[in-house]
């Protein structure tokens, strides 16, 4: 049984696989070694791969896990299952290369898009044969709302809602649609481009806004919530074997 850690900023998520199936998956906002132990007992876990965008682990509680479990620690210099031909590996957010990770194992011998929309939204590109080229940032759905009204004197603070029509009638309906579908674009835009460079090309959303994102789109995508933990597994098993 494998364990997969992910601490992010606000939240810790952790998923158990029993091979490549994932069996049970956690979210805490705050949690103890104790938790931990208890989950990884209960599951008889033997290997644990932690990536942490956000806090380190206390020196105490790693020393711990290390003395019961097999423990990868996620860096730039952990062996993947990909090539990266990212230029600074060392400044690339480890939850999206576990991202990308995910699609190759999820889609091998495809060439894949992976959209993680979050507090800022990743675009990955993952070639068919298994090499990662890199990706672009932009701000996330929330971010571009949030943005208009506090750099702008006059534009209200909106909630993110569903399109109903494509041209907006009122301010709010007019900032929500810039930021919705401009953004459903802008994935279509990145996809149209590469198909006629690569062909065929798959999209893969995940992230928080992904199932709102995925019933804006015009055409197909993959909505993947568990990429990242399929990642993880995925190098795990790779650094195990």
């Excluded at 033997?46 to 896990?65: A, F, P, T, W, Y």
Aim: glycine fraction near 8%; charged fraction near 20%; charge should be negative.
């Amino acid at each position: 049984m494998n364990l997969t850690i992910d601490i992010g900023n606000t939240r810790t998520k952790l998923a158990i696989f029993d091979g490549d199936n994932l069996v049970e998956r956690h979210f805490w906002e705050e949690w103890a070694i104790e938790d931990l132990l208890q989950l990884t007992t209960n599951h008889k876990v033997r290997n644990v791969i932690l990536c942490s965008v956000g806090q380190h682990l206390d020196e105490e509680v790693e020393m711990l896990i290390k003395a019961k479990y097999r423990l990868i620690q996620l860096d730039s210099n952990t062996p993947l299952p990909i090539k990266n031909a990212y230029k600074t590996p060392q400044t690339l957010g480890k939850d999206r290369i576990a991202a990308v990770v995910g699609a190759f194992a999820l889609y091998p011998g495809e060439n894949c898009l992976v959209v993680d929309a979050g507090s800022c939204i990743t675009y990955e590109w993952l070639t068919a044969d298994g090499i990662y080229l890199g990706g672009n940032i932009a701000p996330g759905l929330r971010m571009r709302l949030r943005a208009m009204h506090e750099f702008t004197a006059r534009l209200p603070e909106v909630t993110l809602h569903t399109v109903h029509n494509w041209i907006g009638d009122s301010t709010q309906s007019a900032m929500n649609n810039g930021v919705t579908v401009g953004t459903t674009l802008e994935i279509e835009g990145y996809r149209r481009h590469w198909e006629k460079e690569w062909g065929q090309l798959r999209v893969i959303l995940t992230g928080g806004d992904a199932d709102f994102l995925t019933q804006t789109m015009q055409t197909e995508v993959a909505n993947e919530p568990n990429l990242v933990f399929i990642g993880l597994n995925k190098i795990l098993n790779h650094n195990v074997e």
